[in-house]
């Protein structure tokens, strides 16, 4: 009964956090001159790589079965629900500099798990003129530092961590949920590639139902002992430099002798929190044309340019994307923050759909 819920005292304290978070966060970005600004819901591409998406449609206007391309359409060609703002962040930030947003992205997974929704809220963050991953990190760990301080003190966090115990309340224990306030507040966080991540893993491979492999991706069991092992169960944890055969597009690739063959990696990081794992990734954004195409082609985003077509190969769909690196772009990275995600851990509850008012996930969106 998601229009009803609401009115209990628990989602009262929850609906509380979620607002003076919002209210901390914009005082943290004001502070140091980032612009917030409003990006698009409505997108031309669904090649972003974060997950599936949904096509929109006005709902008289049914698909025809000739109409391929939805080029009879509203918009006259295919339209998504965001995937992730970045995209669109990049293009702002070469105009005003540093720039984020809280905005709602759309992710059409059939997935029916307590860390996932077909509609919730991403932070994310642009940072112009930087030149490598550091700086980005410090972002998102100063970010989390600072919210975490700023509001532990406050009426509404006493409040759930007073509500904790008193079950009922689905909420984790009390000194469990503390724990993760205080984890959020500790200085220097540990960084650690990804190879030497997996070299970690690799010696104590038979805790794992799954082989550690480098090439693959983590697995939560592994995510899960890196938090422990790494982060001593308390601080979070920066992954670094996963391979770039199982990373986006978009993400710049690391400049190691020898990287262009079978170990390429990427300059992109994870953030995984003790138990909840993943909840932040970023990385460095490829700045320049020809390597973002070449990008694009491996990963099949363009087709090779058809016979007798014109010599320049253009970014279909995101060529918009492409073209803002024609007209001058300087070295940029950013991260994406899960806001309902990092809410869940914050509280405590049980599943990411007890954070959220109305939550919509495979099969359900009730009111
Ligand atoms: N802004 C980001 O870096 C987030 C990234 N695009 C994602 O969807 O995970």
Redesign the pocket.
């Known amino acids: 009964m998601p229009h009803l819920r609401p009115r209990t005292p628990v989602n009262a304290v929850l609906l509380r956090l979620r607002s003076e978070a919002i209210a901390s966060l914009t005082q943290f970005f004001a502070g140091r001159s980032f612009t917030q600004t409003h990006p698009p819901i409505i997108t031309s591409s669904d090649c ?1 790589g ?1 997950g599936e998406v949904f096509t929109i449609m006005p709902a008289n206007d049914a698909p025809t079965p000739t109409d391929q391309d939805g080029q009879d359409s509203f918009f006259r060609s295919r339209k998504y629900l965001t ?4 995209l669109h ?1 990049e293009a702002l930030a070469q105009a005003v500099g540093n720039v984020w947003a809280l905005s709602p992205v759309f992710r059409a997974e059939k997935s029916d798990t307590s860390r996932h929704l077909s509609e919730f809220y ?1 932070l ?1 963050a ?1 940072m112009s003129f930087v030149d490598d991953l550091g700086p980005v990190m410090d972002l998102a760990e100063d970010m989390l530092r600072s919210l975490s301080t700023n509001l532990i003190e406050s009426a509404t966090v006493q409040d759930l961590f007073y509500r904790s115990p008193h079950s009922g309340s689905h909420l984790a224990p009390a000194d469990e949920v503390r724990r993760r306030w205080e984890g959020l507040m500790r200085q220097d966080w540990p960084r650690i590639t990804y190879t030497d991540a997996v070299a970690l893993l690799r010696q104590k491979a038979d805790l794992f139902t799954h082989k550690p492999t480098w090439g693959a991706g983590l697995q939560s069991e592994h995510e899960k002992y890196l938090a422990e092992y790494v982060g001593g169960g308390e601080k979070p944890v920066f992954v670094t430099h996963y391979p770039r055969d199982i990373k ?1 597009f978009y993400m710049r690739e690391t400049q190691t002798a020898g990287s262009d063959g079978a170990g390429a990696v990427v300059d992109c990081f994870d953030l995984l929190v003790p138990e909840f794992c993943e909840i932040a ?3 460095m954004r490829e700045h320049r044309v020809e390597p973002l195409l070449s990008a694009m082609k491996r990963q099949g985003i363009l087709k090779p340019p058809s016979e007798g077509a014109a010599d320049e190969q253009t970014g279909g769909t995101l060529d918009w994307y492409v073209d803002l690196r024609r007209w001058g772009c300087p070295p940029h990275g ?3 923050i899960g806001f309902d995600r990092l809410l869940s851990y914050l509280a405590g509850v049980q599943t990411i759909r007890d954070i959220v008012s109305f939550p919509r996930w495979y099969g359900r969106c009730d009111c």
């Open positions: 972003e974060a995937v992730s703002a970045q962040l991403m994310e642009e986006a990734g970023g990385s950013g991260f994406g």
